[in-house]
C-alpha cells in the first residue's frame, strides 16, 4: 500500500487573529493506522515544509494515544517538517489518498487547483479517497466520472454544524461542511457530537470529526485490502 496524505498550509483563522492549521489527531491516527498497517506513507502540502499545527490540537486535553506516540517520534516529526509540494505529486504513484482535517482546509486545500485536480486522478483512476472532519471540504469542487459534484447522491459527513457551533467558530470558517456536502447533493449524515462516525460509499470515505480519524484510516485500508483481494 502507498498511501498519499495531504495537509493544509494554512495558518490563519479568519480575521480573528487566531492560529489555525491541521489538526494533530487527525494526522497522527491516521498515519500509525496506515504504517501499522505495513503502508508506505508520502506526506504533502500545497507550501511544502512544515504545515502549520492548530494550537488547539496541541493543548493537553486534546492528546491521544497517536499524538502521545508522535510527539515521540522524531522520525515522523522529520517527515512532517518535510512535506513536499502538492504540485508536484502525481496520483499514479499512490494507490490512495487521506485528507486530515483541522480548519486550515476551509481556506486553502478546499479551493486549491492541484488538490481539486488530484482527487480527480485518484477518483477517475479507481483509486480510494478519505478526509476527516473539516477535510471533506476539500471535495466541494471535484466533478465525478459523470462531470457532476463528486459527493452527489453519495453518503458523506464531515464536522457538524452543531459541532462547529460548539467551537464558537460557525460565523468564522468560509464554508460550513455540512450545509456544503447537502447543497451538493450528498446524503450527509452524522453521529454524535464528538464521537466517531464514518461514511463509506463505494470508494470514498469520510469521517466525522477527530474521534473519527482511526475508523476513517481504517475504512481506507479495508478499501485497499478489498481492491487487492479482487
Same mark, same amino acid.
Request: charged share 25%; net charge negative; with cysteine.
Given at each position: ?42 506526506? @504533502? ?9 492548530? *494550537? ?17 517520534? *522524531?522520525?515522523?516529526?522529520?517527515? /512532517? ?7 508536484? =505529486? #502525481? ?17 486553502? $486545500? ?5 488538490? &481539486? ?14 478526509? =476527516? ?15 457532476? *459534484?463528486? %459527493?452527489?447522491?453519495?453518503? %458523506? ?8 457551533? !460548539? @467551537?464558537? /467558530?460557525?460565523? %468564522? @470558517? *468560509?464554508?460550513?461542511?455540512? #450545509?456544503? $456536502?447537502?447543497? /451538493?447533493?450528498?446524503?450527509? !449524515? ?7 462516525? @464514518? ?19 481504517? !475504512?481506507? &485500508?479495508?478499501? $485497499? ?6
Amino acid at each position: 500500500m502507498n498511501i498519499l496524505m495531504v495537509l493544509t498550509s494554512h495558518d490563519r483563522l479568519g480575521d480573528t487573529g487566531r492560529k489555525t492549521g491541521f489538526w494533530l489527531e487527525e494526522f497522527a491516527a491516521p498515519y500509525y493506522a496506515f504504517k501499522d498497517a505495513g503502508a508506505k506513507i508520502t506526506l @504533502v502540502s500545497p507550501a511544502g515544509g512544515q504545515p502549520p499545527l492548530d *494550537p488547539g490540537s496541541d493543548e493537553e486535553s486534546a492528546q491521544t494515544d497517536a499524538t502521545r506516540r508522535f510527539k515521540n517520534d *522524531p522520525e515522523a516529526q522529520q517527515e /512532517l517538517a518535510q512535506t513536499h509540494r502538492l504540485a508536484d =505529486v #502525481d496520483a499514479a504513484d499512490f494507490d490512495a489518498v487521506f485528507y486530515p482535517g483541522g480548519h486550515g482546509p476551509l481556506w486553502d $486545500l478546499a479551493e486549491d487547483r492541484h488538490s &481539486i485536480g488530484l482527487i480527480e486522478s485518484f477518483w477517475h483512476a479507481g483509486k480510494p479517497v478519505g478526509a =476527516v472532519c473539516h477535510a471533506p471540504a476539500v471535495l466541494r469542487h471535484v466533478k465525478g466520472d459523470d462531470g457532476q *459534484p463528486l %459527493v452527489r447522491g453519495r453518503k %458523506v459527513t464531515g464536522f457538524s454544524n452543531a459541532e462547529e457551533i !460548539a @467551537v464558537g /467558530l460557525i460565523d %468564522v @470558517v *468560509p464554508v460550513k461542511v455540512e #450545509d456544503e $456536502l447537502k447543497r /451538493l447533493g450528498g446524503h450527509y !449524515a452524522r453521529g454524535a457530537e464528538w464521537a466517531s462516525h @464514518v461514511e463509506v460509499d463505494g470508494r470514498l470515505v469520510t469521517g466525522q470529526n477527530p474521534a473519527s480519524s482511526v475508523a476513517a484510516a481504517q !475504512a481506507l &485500508i479495508d478499501q $485497499l485490502k478489498t481492491s487487492a483481494a479482487a
